[in-house]
C-alpha cells in the first residue's frame, strides 16, 4: 500500500477560491513534501516541511504538519485557472533514501 | 535551479524491442537517480534507485533483467527497457536530489524531475 493517501483524489472550484487537499502517512519520516504535475509532464517540487516543523507558507501555498496524527495538508489560497494540475504529497522516510509519492489529488480550476 | 532531463519525451516501440531511455542532471552531479513509472490518473511508483558505479536497488517486483539500469557517470543515468511488450506501456519519469544550500544532508533536499519518457509499446 501507499504510504501517502491523500484526499480528496479530485476538487473543482472557482477562480478565486481556496482548494485544501490532505495527506496521510504511516511510518516515520524525515519530511513532507509537496509536488506539483501538468499532465503529461514531470513533477515540479513545490515546499517541504521538515518533522519537526509545524507550519510552512510559499506565496500563495500553506502547508500544516502534524506528526502526532502522521497527516499534511496544502492549502493554495486565491486559486487561479493556471493552477489546475495533479498535487502530489511524497514523504522522505525515516530509514532509507527514497521518496513515496501519495495518490494525487487533481485540480480543476474554473475560470 | 537544478535541471535535469530525460530523453526521449516519447517513443513508440514494436513488441519485442528495447528501449533505452536518458536521465541526466545538467547543473549538478547526482549519485544517486530514482526512476518511476506512471499510470494514467495514478501516482508514482518507484521503480529503482540508481547509484553512480554501483548496482542498482530495486523495488519489490520490479524485474531487474527487464528494467536495466546503468549510472555510469555522475550525471547520467539510463533505463533500458528489454523486450518490451505492451503491458510496459506507461510514463517513466526519472528524477535526482539537488543538495541545495541549507541541507544539511542530501536526503533532506526536494527531488528534481526530468519531463518524463511516455512509453507506447505496440
Known amino acids: 500500500s501507499q504510504q501517502g493517501e491523500e484526499d480528496p483524489q479530485a476538487l473543482s472550484i472557482q477562480e478565486g477560491e481556496n482548494a485544501t487537499m490532505n495527506c496521510s502517512y504511516k511510518?516515520?519520516?524525515?519530511?513532507l513534501q509537496w509536488y506539483r504535475q501538468n499532465s503529461g509532464r514531470g513533477l515540479v517540487h513545490l515546499i517541504l516541511?521538515?518533522?519537526?516543523?509545524r507550519e510552512k507558507h510559499s506565496g500563495r501555498l500553506r502547508v500544516t504538519l502534524d506528526t502526532s496524527k502522521k497527516s499534511s495538508s496544502l492549502l493554495i489560497t486565491a486559486s487561479r485557472a493556471a493552477d489546475t494540475a495533479s498535487y502530489f504529497c511524497?514523504?522522505?522516510?525515516?530509514?532509507?533514501?527514497?521518496?513515496?509519492f501519495g495518490g494525487g489529488t487533481r485540480v480543476l480550476v474554473k475560470p | 535551479g537544478a535541471v535535469v532531463s530525460q530523453h526521449p519525451s516519447r517513443v513508440i516501440c514494436k513488441s519485442g524491442t528495447s528501449v533505452k531511455i536518458e536521465c541526466r542532471s545538467l547543473d549538478f552531479q547526482a549519485t544517486t537517480m530514482f526512476w518511476y513509472r506512471q499510470f494514467p490518473k495514478q501516482s508514482l511508483m518507484l521503480m529503482a534507485t540508481s547509484n553512480e558505479g554501483s548496482k542498482a536497488t530495486y523495488e519489490q517486483g520490479v524485474e531487474k533483467d527487464k528494467f536495466l539500469i546503468n549510472h555510469a557517470s555522475l550525471t547520467l543515468s539510463t533505463l533500458t527497457v528489454t523486450s518490451a511488450h505492451p503491458e510496459d506501456s506507461s510514463f517513466y519519469i526519472c528524477?535526482?536530489?539537488?543538495?541545495?544550500?541549507?541541507?544539511?544532508?542530501?536526503?533532506?533536499?526536494?527531488?528534481?524531475f526530468g519531463n518524463g519518457t511516455r512509453l507506447t509499446v505496440t
Open positions: 516541511i521538515r518533522s519537526n516543523e
Open positions: 511524497a514523504t522522505d522516510e525515516a530509514a532509507g533514501n527514497k521518496l513515496t
Open positions: 528524477s535526482a536530489r539537488d543538495p541545495a544550500p541549507g541541507f544539511s544532508f542530501s536526503y533532506n533536499s526536494p527531488l528534481h
Open positions: 511510518t516515520s519520516i524525515n519530511n
